[in-house]
Structures are given as structure tokens and as C-alpha cells.
């Protein structure tokens, strides 16, 4: 049974990282440029991890704009849009390690991310309205050899063990500055 | 003064320690800072009840002989029922122990009546030495209470009050804090679920009797957590768990994550705490159904979560007078000056061994699952004195 995630690996890197908590310190980049507009292209490759500089296979590069009801070009997804991208994705990668630890065979993972919005806080309409989200929804349709009681559970504990989850549902120091 | 063994505290472990090294002939003491049961004496709030049936209850030569076996002992009961547990027991009481280090015989105890040389030290001083209280920085003007400071709702200030927390401390906290008219806000993070009753018996009935309970420390996937693990969501004689809460009128928030600008951030992750403890709940009933051979019982309500919790809250608008921590105990060790407690300040051990004729009771999970409760002492001292008798033979 594989769903194809090496899970052997992970359990292996957390007991190696339990006594190791330095390496287990990482730093995840992104480097952004402004195009024209509200359009901007932001390129992801290296990041740090494991006591040194580590990089993907390849750079990737995602556009992100704003759509054309925005009075914008619509070059890209909107940036709220990609939190989403994060989340679907994180909890994604999260029911399959999960599976794969349980010995469930996944046959179709397939999930619905809505993150309601309500705009007049970016537009600045109305000071008591946040800027961000003020729900989000996930809905996932899974196939699995398992009984229902059993796919809740993956989804739970995949909740349990997301990074985007938690910095979704947390609150998060940020710093800007300008270099 | 020598003594082969040095038992450090006289609560319901180190009374179950000395009577299986009496009924071992081993020469010992049961060292106590205060009295027989200082903790329950001192450290409990008003109200609390054991969450074990008295038939439960029972140590090492002391099991429950009143009326009621179906009954939940207060906390004059349990000082009884150690009592009764203690009065065979070589214990010396108002001996503080305040350091034990090795020596070339075994251990060297300094303790305020002098030093103590000793074989071997059995650790009995408790799970629950301190209240865990998160570092937040707390406005001014709201008061801070931990369950070792907290008597009944009456000495709380007037004013909402924040319980942060859904263990049993928690929750028993947060409905008589709710009774006594000031409303309750209780963050909850990850919990544990129990119905009082399933299909007729006590819940503890079912782990006690279908092995639940008997579940050993060697065998478990991940002792580490078993250990972690927050009490279970019981009180005496009834259900108390979220949906009893908040049929009560307390408001559920996600678990504290933030105190900042004076509010308090809560985590929008309720939903799915709520739902990890619904899922964990049915299939320890499921556990039950197939050890008793039967169809599933009825299962309880799904945890109902606000559709929209609250994730800040304003700690200076006057709205919560006092915040309640319910956010679990620790062990103090700063008297042990032997390299054998961990960077997070748990002890390091093997079902109570920790070595070198050093052992360890009354700690969760310590030997079995049943090892967190009282009556899972008398399995546990035991065989630790068992281990303890071959150590010296050895």
C-alpha cells in the first residue's frame, strides 16, 4: 500500500530533529518585484534548513494581480488568493502522510477552499471590518479503503499538523521594514 | 541517619510504595514536607470530587467501606481514606526534602531535620507539584487565579471570567464559575472527551473493566503523548463536557494563542479540536462495544462548536474581571540534583525506573494507563518494589 509519501523518512527526521532542535530550524523566502499596477511576480527557489542553504529542483514564479472588477489587469490570482493555494495544499499533503501512516490507500483526494471576504475593510469603507478573511471553509471529497469515521480522522489530524492551518488560525508576528 | 530506602512524599504513592516494602521487609521512611496527603489537604479547591467511583478507590490496604460505592469521594474523604492507608506507614512528617544527590552508598537526602543517607529513593512527591501558566503579558486590573489559588467562585472578583483550559480542571471550573452568575468564556484547546455514563455504567467502569485501563506503558504507539495527555472532561456524577457548557450559557473560544495590544487572541482552530475529541470519544466507545461483544450504544451529541467563535477579546473593556489558568500541573524536581530530568522538566524513566536504585511513582501513565488514577497505584508500587528488592539483592 503507497500513496506515495515516505513516511519512514519523516518519522526518521523527527526522531533525529528531537535531538536536534537547531536543525530543525528553517526559513522559508520569497522574493517579490513590482511590475505595474497592482501586478507584481514573485519568484521562489532557495530557502534555509537543516543547518544550511538549501534550494528546489528549480525556481518557480507566480504572478499575482488583481482581478479586472478590481480595476486591475488580472496578470495573476489575487494575493488573499494564494493563502488559499497554502492551505488546500498543506492540508492536501497532510491527509496523504496521515493515510500513508495508517496504512489507508487514498484513491482521490480532491478539496474546495472558500475564504469569505468581506472588502470594505481593505477599501477602507468601514473601520469596524477586518482586512483579511473572516471565515474560511475547506471541503474535501476523499475516496478512500476506509470507513468514513476513518477519513474524518485523517482530515482531523491533518488540521492538527499544518503549518498553514496554524498560521491561518494563529496570529503570527510579522516584521516589515524597508531595507 | 541511614535508611535502605528513602520514600519522598506521603500521598496516596509513597503510601502504596511503604506498604509493599514493609510486606518486603525493606527498612524504610515516608519523608512528608507537611502531612499524610498534604496536596489534597491544601491544593484542591473546595468542591472537587475524585473523578473515580469509590468502588475504584482503593489502595494498598485501604479500600472503601462506606455506603455509597457508586459514590465520588470529596476531598475529606480521600484524606481519610489515606489515613487509614497510612497508619502501619514509618512516616516522618514535616521533613522537607530539599536535595537528594548521589553518593558512593546510594543517595545522600538534606533535609531539614539533616541528612538522610539512603540506598535507594523512591520519588513520590506528585504529578501536580505547580500550575502551568503560560507567559502572556496580562493588563493590569484583571486577576490572575491558578487552580492552587482558586477555593470556590465567591473569591473571584464580579465580572466575566476568562477559563483557560477544557481539562477536567477546566471545565469543572468554568460550569461552577458560570453557576455563580459571572459568565464564563472557556478557550479550549486539545481535550479530552468522556461521557460520565455509557450504555448504564461509569465510564471508568469501561476502562477499568474492558483493559482500557490495563493498557501498559511498553505498549503503547506514543507514550510520550499518552503521558501529555489532558485529563479527561469529567466531574463527579454527571456529564460535563462543551455541550453540557454550553448549555449552560459558557462561551466556547478557540485556545489562547496571544495576549496582545490587551486582547486576548484565541485560535480559530475550536472546530477542530472539538472534532479530534468527538472522533478519539467514539472510538474508545467503539473499544468498549466490541471488548463487551455487542452493538455499537448510542453515541453521544457531536461537540456543537459557535459558528463563528470568538478569536479576540478585549481584556480592558471591563467585560472579564479575572482569568482562571486551567492549563495543567508539573512536577517539581529542583531538589533532585541527579542529572535525570529532561530539557521540558519530566523526569526521565522506564515505567518508574529511573536507575541506580532511583525510582518513580504516582506519575501519569507511569506504568499503565490506569497508573493516573489512584487506584492505579497499587499495580504500580508494586512493581517498583519488586524492581527496588532485586536492586538490592543485585
Redesign the interface.
Known amino acids: 500500500m503507497s500513496n506515495g509519501v515516505n513516511v519512514q523518512a519523516l518519522l526518521d527526521a523527527r526522531e533525529a530533529l528531537k535531538g536536534a532542535p537547531e536543525a530543525a530550524q528553517f526559513t522559508w523566502r520569497a522574493s517579490s518585484k513590482w511590475q505595474h499596477g497592482v501586478h507584481s511576480t514573485t519568484k521562489i527557489q532557495k530557502f534555509f534548513g537543516l543547518g544550511q542553504e538549501q534550494s528546489h529542483k528549480s525556481e518557480a514564479v507566480f504572478e499575482a494581480d488583481h482581478p479586472e472588477i478590481f480595476a486591475a489587469e488580472d496578470n495573476g490570482v489575487t494575493p488573499i488568493e494564494y493563502l488559499l493555494v497554502g492551505l488546500a495544499a498543506c492540508l492536501t499533503a497532510g491527509v496523504a502522510s496521515v493515510a500513508q501512516n495508517r496504512g489507508i490507500k487514498l484513491n482521490s483526494v480532491e478539496s474546495v477552499v472558500e475564504g469569505d471576504h468581506d472588502i470594505r475593510g481593505i477599501l477602507g469603507a468601514d473601520s469596524d471590518v477586518r482586512n483579511g478573511f473572516?471565515?474560511?471553509k475547506v471541503t474535501f471529497t476523499i475516496d478512500a479503503d476506509a470507513s468514513p469515521?476513518e477519513i474524518?480522522?485523517l482530515v482531523?489530524?491533518s488540521?492538527?499538523r499544518s503549518a498553514v492551518?496554524?498560521a491561518?488560525?494563529?496570529?503570527t508576528n510579522v516584521t516589515v521594514e524597508v531595507a | 541517619m541511614y535508611v535502605t530506602t528513602a520514600v519522598i512524599g506521603a500521598g496516596h504513592a509513597g503510601l502504596a510504595a511503604s506498604c509493599f516494602l514493609t510486606a518486603a521487609s525493606v527498612d524504610h521512611v515516608v519523608l512528608e514536607r507537611g502531612e499524610v496527603a498534604n496536596s489534597w489537604r491544601r491544593e484542591r479547591w473546595d468542591s472537587l470530587r475524585l473523578l473515580t467511583p469509590n468502588w475504584l478507590s482503593r489502595l494498598p490496604g485501604a479500600a472503601y467501606e462506606g455506603p455509597d460505592p457508586d459514590g465520588y469521594a470529596d476531598m475529606g474523604e480521600v484524606v481519610d481514606l489515606l489515613e487509614r492507608s497510612a497508619k502501619d506507614v514509618p512516616v516522618r512528617t514535616g521533613v522537607n526534602v530539599t536535595s537528594v544527590r548521589r553518593s558512593s552508598e546510594g543517595y545522600t537526602l538534606t533535609t531539614g531535620e539533616g541528612p538522610i543517607r539512603a540506598r535507594t529513593v523512591v520519588i513520590a512527591s506528585g504529578a501536580c507539584n505547580r500550575p502551568v501558566v503560560p507567559s502572556f503579558d496580562v493588563p493590569p486590573g484583571v486577576e490572575q487565579v491558578t487552580p492552587f489559588g482558586y477555593r470556590n467562585p465567591s473569591r473571584l472578583p464580579d465580572g466575566g471570567v476568562l477559563v483557560v483550559g477544557a481539562s477536567a480542571t477546566g471545565v469543572q471550573l468554568a460550569a461552577e464559575i458560570q453557576q455563580s452568575g459571572r459568565p464564563v468564556v472557556l478557550s479550549a484547546g486539545e481535550h479530552v472527551r468522556m461521557p460520565r455514563v455509557y450504555r448504564d455504567r461509569d465510564v471508568l467502569w469501561w476502562m477499568h473493566h474492558s483493559g482500557v485501563w490495563s493498557q501498559r506503558y511498553d505498549e503503547l504507539d506514543d507514550l510520550t503523548r499518552a503521558r501529555r495527555l489532558p485529563s479527561p472532561q469529567l466531574v463527579a456524577g454527571s456529564t460535563l463536557d462543551l455541550n453540557t457548557l454550553t448549555s449552560m450559557g459558557v462561551e466556547l473560544v478557540g485556545r489562547l494563542s496571544a495576549i496582545r495590544d490587551g486582547a486576548a487572541l484565541f485560535s480559530g482552530g475550536l472546530r477542530n479540536v472539538a472534532a479530534l475529541a468527538d472522533l478519539k470519544l467514539n472510538r474508545l466507545l467503539d473499544t468498549f462495544d466490541e471488548w463487551a461483544g455487542t452493538a455499537p450504544g448510542e453515541r453521544p451529541e457531536p461537540t456543537r462548536v459557535p459558528k463563528s467563535a470568538r478569536w479576540r477579546l478585549d481584556l480592558r473593556s471591563g467585560e472579564i474581571g479575572s482569568i482562571v489558568w486551567a492549563t495543567g500541573y508539573r512536577p517539581d524536581y529542583s531538589w533532585l540534583d541527579v542529572p535525570v530530568v529532561d530539557e521540558k522538566g519530566s523526569l526521565i524513566h522506564d515505567g518508574g525506573v529511573v536507575g541506580d536504585g532511583l525510582y518513580a511513582l504516582g506519575l501519569p501513565v507511569l506504568r499503565r494507563r490506569r497508573s493516573t488514577f489512584l487506584c492505579g497505584i497499587e499495580d504500580d508500587a508494586r512493581d517498583i518494589v519488586d524492581h527496588l528488592r532485586l536492586h538490592l539483592a543485585g
Open positions: 473572516n471565515d474560511v469515521a474524518e480522522a482531523a489530524q488540521q492538527k492551518f496554524d491561518l488560525t494563529n496570529p
